[in-house]
């Protein structure tokens, strides 16, 4: 079959919004590379990324690791486009700051190089995460792309999954650094809480956290207020920017912003049989307040969003309870 829109690098396919990524390219023409940790024996079970439409033509696996950029290159070589998904996640903080920030910053890095070394790469689409953004130490209700994490701030406050927001902070600052230095067109999508359903077999971790309620957890979210998209609106997100004739810098992609007493009644009237909390009960969850993380910049580039937050959640509890998880 002929390449029609032409070859793509996914790193990070096994993941949750890697391989819902994958999912989208392969429906819309594209021929994609993807990149698994290594897995030398090939003991890992991948066939969910295989038996997708249009894989048995149109995907290549490669095995590639962040702590050896460099083996990255032979997934790359030949790419028009690379969506770079991976990144080391750490959030109970088992590693040094430092090393899961080196590890992060050094494998984007020498991805972005062997991007350059292509000769063929367009563009590099870089998935980054709200939390590059909010951790301010200002009680703003909106925040736009201008918006930067405080890495001092977060080593001083330390909230649950610090070093990642550290990594994720300082990564997104060294590849938008990279790009202008080199020519090289790199622009950055920045998720908040990603829900819906989802093709790994592994439950994701935004999913479970999400919809923890329902799994008998009392204070899941450690927010008062959070933002959250569904996982087809970032993988839609992100080919936008890989086809957008002249995307710049960095997007928010956060169609929706809720708070926990919302939530609640949400699910408890759709989904009764579930020991749900009562919005009473949840008022006194003093977790932060999340600020509204404005979606405009993404908006007026062209891209519509296509989900509501139920529609978020009803995709996300239909496949937990198909895949036995609920």
Same mark, same amino acid.
């Given at each position: 079959?002929?390449?029609?829109?032409? #070859?793509?690098?996914?790193?990070?396919?096994?993941?949750?919004?890697?391989?819902?990524?994958?999912?989208?390219?392969?429906?819309?023409?594209?021929?994609?590379?993807?990149?698994?940790?290594?897995?030398?024996? #090939?003991?890992?079970?991948?066939?969910?990324?295989?038996?997708?439409? *249009?894989?048995?033509?149109?995907?290549?696996?490669?095995?590639?690791?962040?702590?050896?950029?460099?083996?990255?290159?032979?997934?790359?070589?030949?790419?028009?486009?690379?969506?770079?998904?991976?990144?080391?996640?750490?959030?109970?903080?088992?590693?040094?700051?430092?090393?899961?920030?080196?590890?992060?910053?050094?494998?984007?890095?020498?991805?972005?190089?062997?991007?350059?070394?292509?000769?063929?790469?367009?563009?590099?689409?870089?998935?980054?995460?709200?939390?590059?953004?909010?951790?301010?130490?200002?009680?703003?209700?909106?925040?736009?792309?201008?918006?930067?994490?405080?890495?001092?701030?977060?080593?001083?406050?330390?909230? *649950?999954?610090?070093?990642?927001?550290?990594?994720?902070?300082?990564?997104?600052?060294?590849?938008?650094?990279?790009?202008?230095?080199?020519?090289?067109?790199?622009?950055?999508?920045?998720?908040?809480?990603?829900?819906?359903?989802?093709?790994?077999?592994?439950?994701?971790?935004?999913?479970?956290?999400?919809?923890?309620?329902?799994?008998?957890?009392?204070?899941?979210?450690?927010?008062?207020?959070?933002?959250?998209?569904?996982?087809?609106?970032?993988?839609?997100?992100?080919?936008?920017?890989?086809?957008?004739?002249?995307?710049?810098? #960095?997007?928010?992609?956060?169609? *929706? !912003?809720?708070?926990?007493?919302?939530?609640?009644?949400?699910?408890?009237?759709?989904?009764?049989?579930?020991?749900?909390?009562?919005?009473?009960?949840?008022?006194?969850?003093?977790?932060?307040?999340?600020?509204?993380?404005?979606?405009?910049?993404?908006?007026?580039?062209? *891209?519509?969003?296509?989900?509501?937050?139920?529609?978020?959640?009803?995709?996300? !509890?239909?496949?937990?309870?198909?895949?036995?998880?609920?």
């Amino acid at each position: 079959m002929e390449e029609e829109k032409g #070859r793509v690098c996914v790193t990070g396919g096994t993941g949750f919004i890697g391989s819902w990524i994958i999912k989208r390219l392969l429906e819309g023409g594209y021929t994609v590379n993807t990149t698994i940790r290594s897995d030398p024996g #090939r003991k890992r079970d991948v066939s969910f990324l295989t038996n997708l439409p *249009f894989a048995s033509k149109k995907l290549r696996i490669f095995n590639a690791d962040l702590s050896n950029p460099e083996s990255f290159s032979e997934a790359i070589e030949g790419c028009i486009g690379v969506l770079h998904t991976a990144t080391p996640i750490d959030l109970e903080v088992n590693e040094p700051e430092e090393i899961v920030t080196k590890r992060t910053i050094d494998g984007a890095l020498g991805i972005l190089k062997a991007c350059l070394n292509s000769k063929t790469v367009k563009r590099v689409v870089y998935t980054s995460s709200a939390s590059a953004v909010y951790w301010q130490g200002k009680e703003e209700e909106v925040m736009d792309e201008s918006y930067w994490s405080d890495e001092n701030l977060l080593r001083d406050l330390k909230p *649950f999954a610090w070093s990642y927001s550290i990594s994720k902070t300082l990564a997104e600052k060294a590849v938008l650094e990279f790009g202008e230095q080199h020519g090289l067109d790199v622009v950055t999508l920045i998720p908040t809480f990603v829900l819906g359903p989802f093709i790994c077999p592994k439950l994701p971790g935004s999913v479970y956290t999400s919809l923890a309620f329902l799994f008998g957890e009392k204070n899941p979210l450690g927010a008062s207020r959070i933002h959250m998209v569904h996982v087809d609106d970032v993988a839609r997100a992100h080919i936008f920017l890989l086809e957008h004739p002249n995307p710049r810098g #960095r997007y928010n992609c956060s169609p *929706f !912003i809720a708070t926990v007493e919302e939530i609640v009644e949400l699910l408890s009237a759709k989904y009764p049989k579930f020991q749900i909390p009562t919005p009473d009960e949840v008022k006194k969850i003093n977790g932060p307040k999340l600020p509204h993380l404005n979606s405009k910049k993404l908006i007026d580039a062209g *891209f519509e969003f296509k989900y509501s937050l139920e529609e978020m959640y009803e995709d996300a !509890i239909e496949c937990c309870k198909e895949k036995g998880h609920l």
